[in-house]
């Protein structure tokens, strides 16, 4: 059963840093690219960042570009986001999510974990 | 940048009823476009892809029609569990999702 599960998010003050985790199972992790999508409260759904499989490519959003970094350990099972310069317009829920085999879709989410930028 | 538009905002049924959700896309995206389903407090769950697959899981009553510009998701029977929020999506240059719909009971 593939299973995501993110942690990591919290309360943080504008212009801090957070480093999310989502640590994946029932599935060969390094085979697929691996994506966060996030959910500010009452809000739809936005495509943050994603990864290819070998971490070899990385995309950004242009609303977080230069501020977070998309990572993963394939050693681990782990994927990452860290996220610096934080913004209330960066609280949100923030899901782990696997990509489909051809990129277009996302088949599998976490539950997601909550982050909020509040002084 | 394609942008996804989708209508209703809020749709009213009872269940029993048969739903239809639309979402059309600025322009031709083929047949790539996926539905979510996000029930409250859950992560959204893949239901349909490429426009009229239905996901692994999923009832014979959810399906999905369209192509090029305007799509479809059609609940069949309405059931008490999929009163939820519904999002279309579709990846060009990136990831794109629709604003969603509001499925409530009425």
């Known amino acids: 059963e593939v299973q995501l599960v993110e942690s990591g998010g919290g309360l943080v003050k504008p212009g801090g840093s957070l480093r999310l985790s989502c640590a994946a199972s029932g599935f060969t992790f390094s085979g697929y690219n691996m994506n966060w999508v996030r959910q500010a409260p009452g809000k739809g759904l936005e495509w943050v960042s994603s990864?290819?499989?070998?971490?070899?490519?990385?995309y950004y959003a242009d609303s977080v570009r230069g501020r977070f970094t998309i990572s993963r350990d394939n050693a681990k099972n782990s994927l990452y986001l860290q996220l610096n310069s934080l913004g209330a317009e960066d609280t949100a829920i923030y899901y782990c999510?696997?990509?489909?085999?051809?990129?277009?879709?996302?088949?599998?989410w976490g539950q997601g974990t909550l982050v909020t930028v509040s002084s | 940048e394609i942008v996804l538009t989708q209508s209703p905002a809020t749709l009213s049924l009872s269940p029993g009823e048969r739903a239809t959700l639309s979402c059309r896309a600025s322009q031709s995206v083929s047949n790539y476009l996926a539905w979510y389903q996000q029930k409250p407090g859950q992560a959204p769950r893949l239901l349909i892809y490429?426009?009229?697959n239905r996901a692994t899981g999923i009832p014979a009553r959810f399906s999905g029609g369209g192509s090029g510009t305007d799509f479809t998701l059609t609940i069949g029977s309405l059931e008490p569990e999929d009163f939820a929020v519904y999002y279309c999506?579709?990846?060009?240059?990136?990831?794109?999702f629709g604003q969603g719909t509001r499925l409530e009971i009425k």
């Open positions: 999510a696997r990509a489909s085999n051809n990129w277009n879709y996302f088949d599998y």
């Open positions: 490429d426009a009229s």
């Open positions: 999506q579709h990846r060009s240059n990136w990831f794109t």
């Open positions: 990864i290819t499989g070998r971490g070899t490519y990385i």
